[in-house]
């Protein structure tokens, strides 16, 4: 499985158990039932010392809250707030590397929070999220009685609103967005306008592909064990890696088979692999949309990745067989050892359709 990215969210140990991904029954979104308690967080009088290193920007001291598992009681904050404090983080790609903080009315208090009292609860299941640098909101609402409450939003990716220890809500409304809006500050703007922007992401810097990474494909699909509602893949090498120092994966065209091996999620309530045989039409569909596939961008998030799978071996009529890796959650890249990832796309996506068992189609969606 390919070494996750810098800051990588997986699904695990408690929340794990409760996203259990039913293979051969699809994937079901089970919301929390009612709402909890509000969390209590005092507001900071500054905004945090956001730096750049190594080319990404971070704010300093700070921990994401991260959605909750969906046995958890949805988050909350109580309406009637007297202010509203929003710190605002900047993403691993911002521009500029400073976080800001912001104080509004009343009003406008009263309004974001009635916009998240209607937002409804986040499934629990793989989502294809876009990218996520980690931009983020955090709102401390003000109370007569002198409490603070306490919720997160995430300003892209799959915009989860959350609070420690609460299921999380859906922040990607309209209704939310453009209530934040007039206490945003000029950078985080654009993240309110109906979906974060794309350009903002450094792309991986390979531009040319490296020679195929040439793998033998496994006779049998790899052992399987199950441990407290953990699934866990035995001796699954090769996987893939994040170094770009040899050019983007790359297969060649004309493939004649594909076998392909499928990898269960960390989750699922089926605990195997399984390993498949293909002939050529679908093979040259997965090598063409491997070849055409972009770059994967860097200094990214990648949520919900759960650890499903698809190692793909295509053949040739000259005995070689060559090598990559597909993720099915999260980042959803194309990898290998030694070469620079790529992106999952639709036409890779379809192309799998072909090939898929009962049980992983869920999440070959567009």
């Given at each position: 499985?390919?070494?996750?990215?810098?800051?990588?969210?997986?699904?695990?140990?408690?929340?794990?158990?409760?996203?259990?991904?039913?293979?051969?029954?699809?994937?079901?979104?089970?919301?929390?039932?009612?709402?909890?308690?509000?969390?209590?967080?005092?507001?900071?009088?500054?905004?945090?010392?956001?730096?750049?290193?190594?080319?990404?920007?971070?704010?300093?001291?700070?921990?994401?809250?991260?959605?909750?598992?969906?046995?958890?009681?949805?988050m909350?904050?109580?309406?009637?707030?007297?202010?509203?404090?929003?710190?605002?983080?900047?993403?691993?790609?911002?521009?500029?590397?400073?976080?800001?903080?912001?104080?509004?009315?009343?009003?406008?208090?009263?309004?974001?929070a009635?916009?998240?009292?209607?937002?409804?609860?986040?499934?629990?299941?793989?989502?294809?999220?876009?990218?996520?640098?980690?931009?983020?909101?955090?709102?401390?609402?003000?109370?007569?009685?002198?409490?603070t409450?306490?919720?997160?939003?995430?300003?892209?990716g799959?915009?989860?609103?959350?609070?420690?220890?609460?299921?999380?809500?859906?922040?990607?409304?309209?209704?939310?967005?453009?209530?934040?809006?007039?206490?945003?500050?000029?950078?985080?703007?654009?993240?309110?306008?109906?979906?974060?922007?794309?350009?903002?992401?450094?792309?991986?810097?390979?531009?040319?592909?490296?020679?195929?990474?040439?793998?033998?494909?496994?006779?049998?699909?790899?052992?399987?064990?199950?441990?407290?509602?953990?699934?866990?893949?035995?001796?699954p090498?090769?996987?893939?890696?994040?170094?770009?120092?040899?050019?983007?994966?790359?297969?060649?065209?004309?493939?004649?088979?594909?076998?392909?091996?499928?990898?269960?999620?960390?989750?699922?309530?089926?605990?195997?692999?399984?390993?498949k045989?293909?002939?050529?039409?679908?093979?040259?569909?997965?090598?063409?949309?491997?070849?055409?596939?972009p770059?994967?961008?860097?200094?990214?998030?990648?949520?919900?990745?759960?650890?499903?799978?698809?190692?793909?071996?295509?053949?040739?009529?000259?005995?070689?067989?060559q090598?990559?890796?597909?993720?099915?959650?999260?980042?959803?890249?194309?990898?290998?050892?030694?070469?620079a990832?790529?992106?999952?796309?639709?036409?890779?996506?379809?192309?799998?359709?072909?090939?898929?068992?009962?049980?992983?189609?869920?999440?070959?969606?567009?």
């Amino acid at each position: 499985m390919m070494a996750r990215m810098a800051a990588s969210l997986r699904i695990t140990g408690v929340a794990a158990a409760a996203a259990a991904l039913l293979l051969g029954s699809g994937v079901a979104a089970q919301a929390a039932q009612g709402h909890g308690a509000p969390v209590f967080r005092a507001a900071p009088r500054s905004g945090p010392a956001a730096t750049r290193s190594a080319g990404s920007c971070s704010a300093a001291g700070v921990t994401a809250a991260g959605p909750s598992a969906s046995d958890e009681k949805l988050m909350w904050v109580d309406g009637d707030p007297t202010s509203l404090t929003a710190v605002w983080l900047p993403g691993l790609n911002a521009k500029r590397c400073v976080a800001r903080r912001t104080v509004s009315s009343a009003a406008l208090a009263a309004r974001v929070a009635r916009a998240i009292e209607q937002a409804k609860p986040m499934p629990d299941e793989p989502l294809p999220c876009p990218f996520s640098d980690g931009t983020t909101v955090r709102l401390y609402f003000g109370y007569a009685n002198g409490s603070t409450e306490y919720a997160e939003a995430a300003l892209d990716g799959c915009r989860p609103i959350s609070a420690p220890d609460r299921a999380a809500r859906w922040g990607n409304t309209t209704r939310f967005e453009k209530t934040l809006l007039p206490a945003a500050p000029p950078a985080w703007r654009t993240y309110l306008g109906g979906g974060a922007p794309t350009a903002h992401f450094a792309t991986a810097g390979v531009r040319r592909h490296g020679t195929p990474v040439n793998e033998v494909a496994p006779a049998n699909a790899p052992l399987t064990k199950e441990h407290k509602g953990v699934c866990t893949v035995e001796s699954p090498a090769p996987g893939g890696n994040v170094d770009t120092s040899k050019g983007l994966v790359w297969v060649y065209r004309n493939a004649r088979r594909v076998v392909s091996v499928w990898l269960p999620s960390e989750n699922t309530g089926h605990c195997v692999a399984v390993r498949k045989m293909d002939t050529a039409s679908y093979a040259d569909a997965i090598a063409a949309a491997i070849e055409h596939a972009p770059p994967m961008p860097r200094g990214i998030f990648c949520p919900r990745d759960d650890g499903s799978a698809v190692r793909i071996y295509l053949g040739y009529n000259s005995g070689v067989q060559q090598y990559a890796n597909v993720e099915l959650s999260g980042c959803h890249t194309v990898s290998a050892p030694g070469r620079a990832p790529r992106e999952v796309t639709p036409a890779l996506t379809r192309a799998l359709r072909h090939i898929v068992p009962p049980g992983w189609d869920h999440y070959l969606r567009d």
